[in-house]
């Protein structure tokens, strides 16, 4: 018993170690002065961090990468929640339509899906290639399966039909039921699918360097410029936008958390 | 007068029937059973009852008045599903209390408490259903129906969910609670003794059809078919033919005969106190015994068929696998089918 457990024991360290690794050396480097041929840095700075502070591009790449973001997610949670809820309760015959329409993104490699755009957007009653919109859509797209899959499980696992029912019965109109029951129980798998789709887009490069690269320059698109000028600095980048997603994995997971423990609606 | 009428119900999925043509009436303050096997449309016709299935043709009437095309919320039923359906987010409290919300009713506190103390979950109207035992989430699911003082309480299998002991105490709960608010009540099961226990009248339904209706001591004694029969009461059933020759006897008509396993009688082969007036007797061996409790239970072989024999379990008074015995047939009791 001892023995196996000291081999688990082993295997989850080995496994983190691999994992944390490239970070630990991603934090050195962005911390590093003078660092060629020793195993660890020969003096330490944070002048990588001040410059990047400093740079006005910087905040700009920042603010673009979080309006795509929240629009995207946004429109997404505002279209999708009721899109799968309507199909989950009333239209059951039509989850696998949905659920192969959802798992889409998956079959088209990125590059073929923004060729095909630019090619539909650049021309026609829509033209919107080159601008942030064509972004937004597709960003949507790209982040259908989480939407899809995490909203659906929360609603599956809470047997939303039933709680329908029950409340239209004790009269409820549908959207009360909907707003009374069925939303505060499944606003901690809404919260899981979103934080999955902003950790998702915060480092998408493909999609926006394609369809807007340099005219809507976003932070992966100023990260990959930046590669070119300073190995230091692009640590530096690289770090801060972690840390941004562990604080809003932390935040997230904080609340769900709480809502578990105090249910919404709770005295 | 009629206080539910369904009238020539007929539902259908995929091109098969799931209720055929049903109709059946309901006086107030009564506590009917629909009875019967799984997939054998009851739950449908409950949920018709209610609203939440639409039916391709037919009537449902409460109280005198055509529901048939009314959405849940306007059809004055509380229904208690199978496995309670409470709202996870809300406490005791807020999940009884939520109807009377919806219907903006003055007074709320005082009925909901009145009702918490009727289903005794005084003390617990804090909880969240996850930190209440399977017994006390059904008597907050029943609460939250009678809260909204509904025409018709439908309940889907209540007690389905819950362990032997619970199951028999809630029975008798449930039953006081129906008599003291004189509700009508459709309750839904598959279970032929808690139907016995609870109804004041049973459905037994077969194939989304009402094989047969009445009190549970005339289902019980009297099964119009061999399927009411098997499914009721463990009936001895046997082909008119083969019992014709176990008896000896041409006067018997019918394809079958159903005869209950607590009227028939072992003796040993060979007893001298063999009385055959108004019997008939069947020798045969015993096969196998078990035991269910107070009830002894013996498969007799006899040279046609096997038939099951139940005995109070007396101490001491037990036949011996494979001992020789003549089995005393009541011809009164024989149930031609």
Known sequence: ?????????????LLVIYLLIPLVGTLLFSIAGKWDHTILP?????????????????????????????????????????????????????????????????????????VGLIKLYSAGPVQIAGTPWILIGAYFITILPFMYQGIRNSLRTLNAVQLVDAAELLGATKFQAFRT?????????????????????FSEFAFANLLVGGRFETLQIYLSDKLNSSGHLTSAIVITYYSMILLLTGTVLKLTFRNKRNPVGSK | ?????????????????????????????EFATLLGQSGCGKSTLLRSIAGLEDVDVGRILIDGKDITDLSPRQREVG??????????????????????????????????????????LIGKEESYPHQLSGGQQ?????????????????????????????????????????????????????????????????????????????????IYTSPVNTFVAKFIGNYNVCNMEVFRKLVRTTELKGNEVAIRPEVLQLVSVGEDRLDLQGNWGIKGFIKDVSMAGNVLRYEVETEECAF??????????????????????????????
């Open chain 1, 1 to 13: 018993m001892k023995s196996s457990l000291t081999f688990h024991k082993l295997f989850v360290g």
């Open chain 1, 42 to 114: 020969e003096s330490y700075t944070m002048k990588w961090y001040i410059e990047l502070f400093q740079d006005e591009r910087f905040y700009d790449a920042f603010r673009r990468t979080l309006f795509l973001i929240v629009m995207s997610v946004g429109l997404s949670v505002v279209i999708m929640l009721p899109t799968i809820f309507i199909i989950t309760v009333y239209f059951s015959k039509w989850e696998g339509l949905l659920q192969a329409a959802a798992m889409l993104p998956y079959g088209v490699p990125p590059i073929v899906g923004a």
């Open chain 1, 181 to 201: 029951v069925v939303f505060p129980n499944i606003i901690s798998g809404i919260l899981v699918s979103t934080l999955l789709s902003v950790s998702l887009l």
């Open chain 2, 1 to 29: 007068m009629s206080y539910v009428t369904i009238e020539q119900v007929t539902k259908g999925y995929d091109n098969q029937l799931v209720l055929n043509n049903i109709s059946l009436t309901l006086k107030k303050g």
């Open chain 2, 79 to 120: 229904m208690v599903f199978q496995s309670y359906a409470l709202f996870p987010n809300m406490n005791v409290f807020d999940n009884i209390a939520y109807g009377l919300k919806m219907k903006k009713v003055k007074n709320l506190k005082s009925k909901v408490k009145n009702m918490i103390d009727m289903v005794d």
């Open chain 2, 138 to 218: 059904q008597r907050v699911a029943l609460a939250r129906a009678l809260v909204m003082e509904p025409k018709v309480l439908l309940l889907d299998e209540p007690l389905s969910a819950l362990d032997a002991k619970i199951r028999k105490s809630l029975q008798k709960e449930l039953k006081r609670i129906q008599k003291e608010l004189d509700i009508t009540t459709i309750f839904v099961t598959h279970d032929q003794e808690e139907a016995m226990t609870m109804s004041d009248r049973i459905f037994v339904m077969n194939k989304g059809q009402v094989v047969q209706s009445g009190s549970p001591s005339e």
């Open chain 2, 308 to 337: 099951h024999v139940d005995y109070l379990h007396h101490r001491g008074e037990m036949f011996e696998q494979g001992a020789r015995v003549q089995i005393l047939v009541p011809k009164k009791e024989c149930i031609m089918l």
